[in-house]
């Protein structure tokens, strides 16, 4: 079966950075799009990242750009985000996915926070 297991959440200090990782299992990871969400407290679950298959085109959230970067390890069969320059506002739980026939697979998320 499908699974996403995102890992490498933290508590980090405003200006630093932490770099994100989703394991992939359960489908031929190469031939997907990936994404990341995230969800704060209190507001709805947002689209961060984006990455194509073969990881030839990105997309990023205007509130990150220049700041994140989405990646891919098709043999690792892992996503990546790095993220950098955080700020308090990126703290919330963050959840990669993808979409395979339609029906959307999501990880269980792993929890940033960026405060001093």
């Known amino acids: 079966q499908v699974q996403l297991v995102e890992s490498g959440g933290g508590l980090v200090q405003p200006g630093g950075s932490l770099r994100l990782s989703c394991a992939a299992s359960?489908?031929?990871?190469?031939?997907?799009?990936m994404s990341w969400y995230r969800q704060a407290p209190g507001k709805e679950r947002e689209l961060v990242a984006f990455i194509t298959s073969f990881g030839d085109n990105t997309n990023y959230a205007d509130s990150v750009k220049g700041r994140f970067i989405i990646s891919r390890d098709d043999a690792e069969k892992t996503v990546y985000l790095q993220m950098n320059s955080l700020k308090p506002e990126d703290t919330a739980v963050y959840y990669c996915t993808v979409r395979i026939q339609g029906y959307g697979y999501w990880g269980q998320g792993t929890q940033v926070t960026v405060s001093s």
């Open positions: 359960g489908f031929t990871f190469s031939r997907y799009a």
